[in-house]
Every structure is written in structure tokens, then in C-alpha cells.
């Protein structure tokens, strides 16, 4: 009688966890002798229930993501971050230097430091070890200024809008530069703190409020009171 996962390992809808003589609990589901996820979530094994953890907030990454993220190590194999996810994510130097890395003559450090944050680009990633990241393509790296803005993940779809409707007003409207991490960190950057205060509110606003209808109108009337506009 066989499990497919280790415990509080995470699942997606579909997934077969296990086949037997086994229960469907919370957000599974069984077919046969078959035990499936119907949620993204953890699983959970309970003596013969099979039991997932709804991670309805939880970022799953995928190649080709833009994400956001905090270095939280740094070694002489390259530094680890954290993307606000279940997973910790990996950059290596050879995706942060245009030419080859030598750990004795290079300082990881004085390059990316804990604390640091940093724009990227996922390059790999299978659920089998941690996903990989890059910054060496035109506008990732470092991030040094302007303010960081962290929403559900779920709600991130809702702030880029219908054909990037929703964060092209928000640009134009803020006057701010404005770059979303699939991962719901969120960069925002202006000419001066008052146009970034007014960003941040905007874009609490429309997380609050994702599922209502004429959102846009609202969020655009609300920017234009906070500069004291008619």
C-alpha cells in the first residue's frame, strides 16, 4: 500500500498521494483504491488518512518567473533565497558574473550580502531540488532603492489586470516604475517618497478589494484625492 509523497511535502490538484487501503480526508479525494489531491497544499499522512494542507497564499514557482526575493546565505557555491515560498531558491555565480568565478580570488559577500534583495528570473525548477535562479538578463539584479510591497500571491493576476490593464494605470497614475514578482513581492520606485506612499496604498487597495467589480475607477478617484486632487 504505497504513498507517492513524503510528508508535508507540497502537492497540486491531481497529484496521486497514495494507493490501498487509505482514507481521502481534507482536499483529497479518492477514485478506486486511489487517493488524489484536490488543492495545492502539504500532505499529510495520518495513519490511513491522506489529509492536504490548503496553501491557497503559497507561491509555487515556475520557469520563467520574474520574483522577488531576500538572500538569507551566502557560500562558496553561490547564496540562497527566499522567495516567499515553500521553497528556498539557489543563484549561482555563474548566473550572477559575466565571466567564470574562482571562489579564491571573488568574495560572494562584497557582490550579494545577506539581507540584500534582489530581482530574478526562474531558470529551473522541478520539485526535486530547489528552483535556480538568474540575474544576469537586462533589468534583474540588486536592489538599491525605492520600497518593497508583499500581497498574496493569489491576488497578483488581479494587480497586473486584463492585458496589464490594471498595472499600466497604476504607473501612469503613481508616476512610479512598478515591477511585480509572480511571487507577490512587489518593487516600487518613484521620484520621491510621496509618489511611492501613494503606489503602496493603491496597490493595498486593490488587494483588499481583487474581487469587486469596478475596481479600476475606485483606485484611480482614491490616487487622485491622496494628491489633493478634484
Keep these: ?40 497544499g502539504l500532505v499529510e499522512y495520518k495513519g490511513r488518512t491522506v489529509n492536504v494542507v490548503a496553501l491557497n497564499t503559497f507561491y509555487v514557482p515556475s520557469v520563467g518567473d520574474l520574483v522577488i526575493g531576500k538572500i538569507v546565505e551566502v557560500n562558496l557555491h553561490g547564496w540562497t533565497v527566499d522567495i516567499n515560498s515553500p521553497y528556498l531558491a539557489t543563484l549561482r555565480p555563474s548566473e550572477a558574473f559575466n565571466k567564470p568565478f574562482k571562489p579564491q580570488r571573488n568574495e560572494l559577500s562584497s557582490i550579494l550580502d545577506i539581507g540584500d534583495i534582489i ?17 544576469r ?6 536592489i538599491t532603492h525605492g520600497q518593497i510591497v508583499k500581497v498574496s500571491p493569489a491576488k497578483i493576476p488581479r494587480i497586473i489586470g486584463r492585458k496589464g490593464s490594471m498595472i499600466s494605470m497604476l504607473k501612469r ?15 516600487v520606485y518613484g521620484r520621491n517618497p510621496e509618489d511611492e506612499r501613494i503606489a503602496v496604498l493603491a496597490i493595498k487597495k486593490i488587494e483588499l478589494e481583487a474581487h469587486t467589480s469596478g475596481l479600476t475607477d475606485r483606485v484611480t478617484e482614491m490616487i487622485s484625492k491622496e494628491r489633493g486632487e478634484e
Excluded: W
Excluded at 513524503?6 to 487517493?35: C, F, M, Q
Excluded at 530581482?119 to 540575474?135: C, E, G, H, W, Y
Excluded at 514578482?181 to 512587489?186: C, R
Design 1 to 40: 500500500m504505497p504513498v507517492f509523497f513524503e510528508n508535508r511535502e507540497i502537492v497540486t490538484p491531481g497529484d496521486l498521494l497514495a494507493e490501498g487501503e487509505y482514507e481521502a480526508g481534507r482536499n483529497t479525494y479518492r477514485d478506486d483504491s486511489r487517493v488524489y489531491a484536490c488543492k495545492l
Design 119 to 135: 530581482q530574478a528570473k526562474v531558470i529551473a525548477f522541478d520539485r526535486t531540488r530547489n528552483p535556480l535562479l538568474t540575474i
Design 137 to 142: 538578463e537586462p533589468g534583474l539584479g540588486k
Design 173 to 187: 497614475e503613481t508616476r512610479c516604475g512598478i515591477t511585480v514578482g509572480q511571487n507577490g513581492l512587489i518593487h
